[in-house]
């Protein structure tokens, strides 16, 4: 008798552990370990009409597959138990990665998506599950992050009763969703799964939600369903207009004070290599969003850094004073222009972005290029190269970062939060993968980690969202588990998602959550300093908890740190670690983010800024 594991279930009732093959002389039975006096059955008979029979569940898992999917992000609930039934079925397909709350699951899918660069996806149950996915979900939409959120639904026929754990998803997400859907036949599955994650990947990247109704989920079908879709309403420009590419070949010979403005959309068409060849052609600066770190190298000379309200004095004077800005990829962000009458006043500016909707919103557009970034700089690449005329630009561009570097003071024994992230940048060699949450330490982190590639960059740009960087991390170290991961976070925003140290205790993922840990809501400190006559309203936090004894009732290593010396001895080891790690580092409470542009001022008007 031959006896081998099984590997598809041939019925609803059946599961991996409870179930084996048996082959003998009179053909295939199914034998239940749990009964030894089982259910018998031959198995020409019964394979033949069970696989045939699949629940909605079933088609979604097999449609998962089609699309390649083999992470998940999840949390399970009522209205996703078939669902999370049929995951148990396929064991192997997928690797699921429990977090301890959902706003953790969107979180670490949306640090996946950046930096594998394909869609994350997301299971989460109906009512409190779905709505809990609801920040993330918005965050995504603002920073263009392909994501694929699957939502329990309560049964079709109690829809709109206000059944136990209902909430319209589809009214609540219409507004932060680049498209969504809700299931109402099991025939449509599918198709939509595949059209879901046709949207959410193609054009303008973007989560798409796909709401299914339990009853849908449970019910067997047992005939082949058509996945194919066609989308007529749905047909991204991809390539660039020709005669645009011209027009902007032309203006950029005719300039005498270029700048390139590089966003996310360069990293999301995978096109650094094609910016990079583009600027060295033309010798042109460049400086980036602050989602767009990485596109091109930080160490290069002919970056500038991070433009923007706490972006370098050489970036923000080049977009001031330029006569040809090349913004490629960038959304023209309030926090990118400040006051719009003051952002590039002399320039002629070229837009080239994959969604029209965006060019001309904010900033009047003088040379509109609907594209793919790869596309368009692929086009421009084709150009005849000739030399350009602006040696004096470069030289005051030069003159300015000279003149007016990045600055911080420098106590004695006390840790300042700039040295600490150049500290974190030396000892991992600018290599590696860091996320953070909002505020002074993103900033900080942004200004002196020097990005010299694509998807090393993780963080809320858009949406501003606190807690966002510590489960971010654990999808980018899944993403990319042989990377350094580095979690940059504030001591307000790791409470928000702390819990998530589950996840490291439960997979030893090896991120490093390091605490910049001021006391304080740092940067509303920072504003009520400057704008509100240093009332620190509801800040300063007086009581917080013990990190490491924290990190250690999790089984995780924690780390105290408290001084320059201490950081010098403690940091590179704990860095090298392929263990995770909690450091709790205490920084300087009253230490300001500069250079910085006040509400309504623009780029020329930066204050903290030091010869």
């Known amino acids: 008798m031959k006896v081998k594991d099984l590997f598809t279930p041939l019925f609803p009732c059946t599961n991996l552990r409870a179930y084996k093959e048996v082959e003998g002389e009179e053909g295939l039975f199914i034998f239940s370990r749990n009964k030894q006096e089982g259910l018998k059955m031959k198995a020409q008979a019964s394979v033949k009409e069970q696989t045939a029979t699949r629940t909605g569940a079933d088609l979604l898992v097999e449609a998962l597959i089609e699309q390649g999917v083999d992470t998940l992000f999840g949390y399970p609930g009522g209205a996703v138990l078939p669902i999370y039934d049929a995951i148990y079925r396929a064991e192997g397909s997928f690797d699921h990665i429990l977090p301890r709350h959902e706003q953790g699951a969107i979180h670490a899918a949306e640090g996946y998506a950046r930096v594998a660069n394909r869609a994350g996806v997301v299971i989460g149950t109906s009512g409190p599950g779905a709505t809990n996915l609801v920040t993330g979900i918005a965050d995504a939409m603002m920073d263009s992050i392909p994501l694929v959120i699957f939502t329990g639904q309560v049964a079709k026929g109690v829809i709109g009763t206000d059944a136990f754990q209902e909430s319209d998803i589809m009214g609540i997400t219409t507004p932060i969703t680049k498209h969504n859907y809700q299931v109402q036949e099991i025939e449509e599955l599918p198709r939509i799964v595949k059209e879901a994650f046709h949207i959410a990947t193609t054009g303008r990247p973007g989560p798409v939600v796909v709401d299914i109704p339990k009853d849908i989920s449970s019910m067997v079908h047992n005939k082949e369903i058509d996945s194919d879709f066609h989308l007529p309403g749905y047909q991204p420009t991809v390539k660039p207009n020709p005669l645009q590419i011209n027009k902007l070949h032309e203006a950029l010979v005719e300039a005498k004070k270029p700048v390139v403005l590089a966003g996310s959309g360069v990293i999301h068409a995978e096109a650094s290599e094609h910016l990079k060849e583009f600027v060295r052609n033309y010798q042109l600066p460049v400086t980036t969003t602050l989602l767009g770190l990485g596109s091109y190298p930080g160490n290069d000379d002919l970056s500038l850094g991070m433009a923007g309200m706490h972006g370098t004095y050489s970036a923000n004077m080049a977009l001031y004073e330029c006569d040809l800005l090349i913004n490629i990829g960038s959304r023209f962000d309030d926090r990118l222009t400040g006051n719009l009458q003051h952002f590039a006043p002399h320039a002629t500016v070229a837009h080239i972005d994959i969604d029209p909707a965006e060019i001309g919103k904010n900033i009047p557009t003088d040379i509109p290029i609907v594209s793919d970034a790869k596309a368009a700089l692929e086009s421009l690449n084709e150009k005849t190269v000739k030399a350009l005329d602006h040696n004096e630009w470069m030289k005051q561009i030069d003159q300015n970062e000279a003149e007016y570097p990045l600055w911080h003071n420098q106590p004695e024994e006390a840790i300042v939060p700039q040295w600490l992230m150049q500290k974190v940048y030396e000892y991992t060699k600018g290599e590696a993968i860091v996320t953070t949450d909002v505020g002074q330490h993103q900033m900080w982190a942004a200004q002196y980690y020097h990005f010299d590639r694509p998807n090393r960059w993780v963080t809320s740009g858009g949406l501003g969202t606190m807690g966002y960087g510590f489960p971010a991390a654990i999808g980018a170290q899944i993403a990319d588990p042989d990377s350094t991961c580095v979690a940059v976070v504030g001591d307000g925003g790791f409470q928000m998602t702390l819990q998530e140290l589950s996840v490291l205790q439960e997979r030893g993922l090896p991120v490093k959550v390091l605490i910049v840990n001021n006391q304080a809501l740092g940067m509303v400190r920072q504003w009520q300093e400057k704008f509100y006559s240093e009332r620190y309203s509801e800040s300063i936090i007086d009581t917080q908890p013990d990190f490491v004894k924290l990190a250690e009732s999790y089984n995780i290593p924690g780390y105290f740190i408290d001084s320059q010396e ?33 509400p309504g001022k623009g780029l020329h008007e930066m204050i903290g800024v030091k010869p």
């Open 566 to 598: 201490a950081l010098e001895a403690e940091l590179p080891k704990i860095l090298a670690d392929d263990k995770p790690a909690v450091i709790d580092c205490r920084v300087l409470q009253k230490e300001n983010v500069y250079p910085m542009i006040a």
